[in-house]
């Protein structure tokens, strides 16, 4: 399968017998890899396979354990970012390696290997941001900017540099497709320029849309390397996961149930200068329907989780009713006891703590909601750990965790497994409402259809289920209906039958664009509506 | 030459155990150093500075009422310091709790009854108890860091029982010396065996509450929640666990153990109050907390070790006439070598002389 | 023309009671804008005070006693950053384990030299521009240590502001993942702006034992340490901020020492209480605000880096 496109000058980069160790785990396990001058190159692979093992080798991040680094037909050692820039390679990260802190002129000086005054940065960087079309404000501070803006100070930052290869790691996970498709026009003039671009990905139809050619991780190793024009996305899928992909079974069409979970005009103040303020959201869930609520990180998803939770009071207790209660003063454990379920986005730190073993774990979601199982009775409350345990290895095999040892720590566990048992956490006692953010972020794809199934499943039996997340593909797998949230505002649910990705992208994007003007029509026209 | 470390998938049991006692013997080996360089016998110094006060029963006594209230602050710091709640004030509480348990037999000393002692506790350790109220209500409602609060605390503490000594609380018979009047018999702390030495009640209440906070710890909800919200502020939330809270709960109940110290150790093994009541013993109690690895039942065994280095560096002072200041040298060098050694629970060390060869690894 | 000389002589002595402060603030704010949190300022001080005093005390020359403060606070400050930065421990323990080990250690040090007059550092005075009226004298006829201290907050501002290396050292105490990830070493820069802190502890501590007392008294410091670290917070991490608090607690330290002196009905103790309640106070004022705390505070402070390798 591996042969090389013909026609075509010596390789840019190639990389020959990659093998990084981290203990006793091989990241990276012999992968080869040859990118082409004027060549958009994928690199596919689930979440864990080691494509960002790879770029920060190449990136001069990690150092390898052993293989070899061809640049331009000649060996190289890269030892560090700097030499990495200094000999043409240049890096947009995935998770933005951005000062929140500083500006963005200062945020791209930074990433200058010689010293240069913050006023020739920002001349630089604003001939450049015009000539690709990226729009920056050196003077800005980067806590003020949105996820697109972010991304653009790393493209142009990289640009700056001149690189001869730029590597983008999962670019697009966190952008509108409309955001997206401008950047596929950055990048096809960065091609025409005759530089190459190392582009990470795990989503199929992109890679085939703009790539030129494609290498396959999976587990560590190169398995394919091939022409995604000329495959399907199920082949390319049966590449990266190592088998058929099996299908979530959609939902069926449902009888909607009487009223689980409902908001009027939920309004917050943002707690700290990095939150966002929710805006009048008004949903409402009826049981078995799943709604699937998009939107761009950031745009008041966790503050929105936090408040359906029980995590923040609201001040009105009549602004949030779940399960015919009204519940905007009462806490997370009053909000348990009435029958509902919470998976937040993070899993170390907030579902779980990493250093408590899994029992320990399912004490803290449930030693209200399973008090007469958990807790002995009287004022001492002590805790039966063996009955947490035999709760814990029950979630384990419903949900399938794969763990090492009797009880581990959650820190052992790797991201797809734990966020099995947290889901699972929450499953095992069947909650009316179940609220969940983020539900598959950075987990493997078996461990994601686990997830989406099971909630799936959890609303035929007639729970409300609600579906924080930025991933499309996800959201057009489990919604009944869908809603999109934009700087604190939620737009009116609607069924996932009449919702396209256009429009999702538009709504993500604020609808309107971002000027006063038509933020005014916006308001006018809802005024309309109502 | 370089150290690197290697996170553990999971943390080492082995190191768990073993690590406080790795940092005694390297406390041992730097204070045979520490003896060479200053020109005696290592040997000989040790010995007197740790066997020696371990020989005679008077002396255990002795370690008894220093271990007694290292205990029991050190118990109270255990709380703070698992759920992240930084009360470095236990100086200031002790001393506090000292003040408010003496105003009962100061005050009223004409006041006869067996109900004297057991108010006068409880009057203590209310008073640390209020006194460590502050940082945590400054903490919680203004966001004031309460490292600092709780610190600063400490020097107003110790100004304040000055001055209630020079002036309000003069004993009247004292001839003009700074110290209050000496406390009447039913307000002394009772022996333990007068027999054979001074030890009082104070090592078995320290003892109690050993016991009753690690049973809270180990087996109670309330014990989980300290730990939960220690590790991760937004797990605790998520449990449904109240932060605020927790601030209250830990800086009041260590507050109230230092101040049951304070009035047990003036109470017991000094009478009266004077200008300074305490050689250090909330700051030394920070020692005996992280010795005993915040488990209070390591902690009885921490307290007798550091309260050793106490009797250690007065019998080195006597029998060789090395400076008794050395015994906060050694207090000092332990912390440090239990807190390096911690690093081995959770991380492998590696040791690297160049970049390929590897010199030595250490763990599993 | 008295009262002229008389507040000379008091602005003189606020000075004095600043520059120690001062110096040790504006060290810990380098070292907590690369996000390190040592809290054995207090420590480094004391250590910094006694081998100074010793050191000037047995050459008889204050200029090596300086040097020895400076060095001591150095090593002292190594101390803290092998365990921190290498060792990865926590940096509030490990703090406060310095502090103890220098209230120890320099009692053993100086234990032979207490009550033994000391070495005094004498002024400098720059030529003409001391012979101007009430800011000659003020400003231009003082010691190396007070010079130091001025022209080292202008510098520490320059550094964070206008150079490279202060940018990526505040860029460090930001986000530390994303400053290695660009390629900028963490633990050397940090190892940089910690020991730069313990320099500036150390000469606060010379400034104690040569300066402002020139003796050995055990715990001269007294909270000094600690003091520096509230203006820290109260400075929101900015090196002039740190000089305005710095000469404000120099004053009410001397405003309580003047107002014993006069005899006022108040206790000496609480009038000694005061700088210790002043610095609560002004830590609850400064940080009710929490979203101004939030935007100001290195947002890595205090945290434990492991770079993968």
Redesign the interface.
Known sequence: MATEAPGRNANLLEVRGLTKLFGELRANDGIDLKVKPSEIHALLGENGAGKSTLVKILFGSLKPTSGQILWKSQPVDISSPAQARAIGIGMVFQHFSLFEALTVAENIALSMDQAVSLDNVSEQAAVLSREYGLPLDPKAHVADLSVGERQRIEIVRTLLQNPELIILDEPTSVLTPQEADKLFETLAQIRSEGRSVLYISHRLEEVQRICDWATVLRHGKRVAACDPGSETPATLAKMMVGSEVKQVARPTDFDPGQVMIETRQLTTVSRSPFSVALKAVDLEVRAGEILCIAGVAGNGQSELFDVLSGEELVANPADIRMLGTDVGRKDISERRLLGSGFVPEERRGHAAVASMSLSENMVLARHASDATAFLTGGPLKIIRYEAALDASERVIKAMDVRKTGPDPDASSLSGGNLQKFIVGRELDRRPAVMVVNQPTWGVDAGAARRIRQALIDLAKTGSAVIVISQDLDEIFEVATSVAVINEGRLTPAEPVASMTLERIGLLMGGIHGNTLEEDDDLELEAAHAR | MR?????R???SALFSAVSPFIALALTVIAGAVLFSAMGKNPLDALFSFFIEPLTEVWSLHELAIKAAPLILIAVGLSVCFRSNN?N?GAEGQFIIGAVSGSLLPIMFHEWDSVLVLPIMLIMGAIGGALYAAIPAL?KT?????E???S???V??AQ??L??IVR?PWRNPEGFNFPESREFDPEAVLPELVPASGRADLGIVFAVVAALLTWFMLS????G?RI??LG??A??G????FSATGMVFFAFIFSGALAGFAGISEVSGSIEQLQPVISPGYG??A??VA?LGRLNPLGIIAAGLVLALTYLGGEAAQISIGL?D?????????L??FV??C??LIH?R?HIRRSEQSELAGEGT | MESVALAEAILLTITTASTPLLLAAMGELVAERSGVLNLGVEGMIIIGAVVAFVGAFTTGNPYIGVLCGAVAGCLFSLLFGFMTLTLVTNQVATGLALTILGLGLSGMIGESFVGRAGVQLEPIAVPVLSGLPLLGPLIFNQDLLFYLSILGVVGVGWFLFRTRLGLQLRAIGDNHGSAHALGISVIKTRYCAVMFGGICAGLAGAQLSLVYTPQWVENMSAGRGWIALALVVFASWRPLRVLAGAYLFGTVTIGQLHAQALGFAIPSQFLTALPYLATIVVLVLISRNRRLTLTNTPASLGQAFVPDR
Do not use: C
């Open positions: 150290v690197e470390l290697e996170r998938p999971q943390h930084w470095i400054l409602r203004f966001n004031t860091n490292i600092l609060s610190l600063m605390l020097y107003v100004l304040f000055d001055w002036g087996y109670m909800l309330r989980f730990t939960v590790q991760s937004r797990a939330r998520f449990a449904g700051f030394t920070i020692i992280f400076s200041k050395i015994a906060r040298v050694f207090q000092g060098l912390l440090f807190l390096a911690d690093t991380y060390v």
